[in-house]
């Protein structure tokens, strides 16, 4: 699985791609969060196709991470990131 963040500074948004995401089950969903100094704030759900332009703005976030949750998301992470990815 590998995934790719981009985000715009003069905009504040940031979009994610994936590949190689194994399938879940109709009841798990891929929740996107940003991850604001260890504190994670959610950024949406990953459709199928595995592209995202993330929700809400970048703020002070260092990186973006990927957690398998119920599915409709969680309000918080219920595991730890399959993946975390920086925002350089």
């Not at 905009?11 to 991850?35: E, I």
């Not at 957690?67 to 399959?82: I, Q």
């Amino acid at each position: 699985m590998t995934g790719t963040t981009v985000w715009s500074p003069a905009l504040g948004r940031a979009g994610f791609w994936a590949s190689g995401l194994p399938a879940l089950p109709a009841d798990r969903v891929y929740q996107l969060w940003f991850d604001d100094a260890g504190t994670m704030r959610p950024a949406g759900l990953l459709p199928a196709d595995g592209v995202l332009v993330l929700a809400g703005p970048v703020d002070a976030a260092s990186g973006v991470g990927v957690t398998e949750e119920p599915a409709g998301g969680s309000p918080h992470p219920t595991g730890s990131p399959l993946l975390l990815l920086p925002l350089a």
